[in-house]
Every structure is written in structure tokens, then in C-alpha cells.
């Protein structure tokens, strides 16, 4: 038997038992939002969760300046130091891969997420009357 649902949150460790991607990973650090899984037979067979992050955009820094390792190093510090202050362990940005902030955003803990940036939009719900 196939079903789709979303899963309890308090049963993401599931998501180990099933494998892929997050079977290795800290499920804390995920702020999810909802877990929708597909089982097959009572086994999760596919899972996308929803979570959010933080979209560090945009970065800004006047021209003359931008190669300047204090001026970019200081910004991203902060801005991590930022993070940590909110509570938020996750963030991510999208960085020209020909400009001088990625070796140092490399060197400064950013990982290169594979694949290209893509986006939904949910349908739009009608009002609810009350």
C-alpha cells in the first residue's frame, strides 16, 4: 500500500531509518516546518521536508573596497556571529562564483550547495469567511 501524509515532527528520526540525504544528519539544526513523506508498505520511500532559512541577501560592498580583507572578512564574521545571536544555526546566500567574496565565504565555513537555485510558489488559498 502507497501513502502520502505529512509525518509527526517528533517522528523525524524516521528519516534516518528510511536513508538519503538526511540519514546522516543533524535533524536538530532543521526549523521544520512540516515533513511530507510517501511510505510504501509502512516504509518511507521519499521524504521533502519543509524548513526554513535564512536568505542572507543581498550583500553589498562598495567597488573599491570589495577586495579588501578586512572590509569582507569583518562583514561575514559578524554576520555569522549574527546567526548564532538569533538562533539560528542555517542560513544561505548565493555568491558570484567570479568575484572575491566566494574564496573568502569558502575559507569562512560556506559550503557550495550542488545543483542550481530553484523555487515554488504555493497556490493561493481563498479567504476563509468567518
Request: proline fraction near 10%; glycine fraction near 6%.
Amino acid at each position: 500500500m502507497t501513502r502520502a501524509f505529512l509525518l509527526p515532527l517528533d517522528q523525524r528520526a524516521r528519516l534516518r531509518e528510511a536513508g538519503g540525504p538526511l540519514a546522516e544528519a543533524d535533524l536538530t539544526q532543521l526549523d521544520l516546518e512540516a515533513l511530507p513523506v510517501v511510505e510504501v508498505d509502512g516504509s518511507i520511500v521519499a521524504y521533502w521536508p519543509i524548513f526554513y532559512a535564512l536568505h542572507l541577501e543581498p550583500l553589498w560592498i562598495v567597488e573599491d573596497q570589495r577586495a579588501r580583507r578586512p572590509v569582507v572578512k569583518g562583514l561575514l564574521d559578524l554576520m555569522r556571529e549574527s546567526l548564532a545571536l538569533i538562533g539560528k544555526p542555517v542560513a544561505f546566500a548565493v555568491i558570484d562564483p567570479d568575484t572575491p567574496i566566494l574564496a573568502l565565504a569558502e575559507r569562512l565555513g560556506f559550503d557550495r550547495v550542488p545543483g542550481d537555485l530553484y523555487y515554488v510558489t504555493a497556490p493561493a488559498v481563498p479567504p476563509v469567511e468567518v
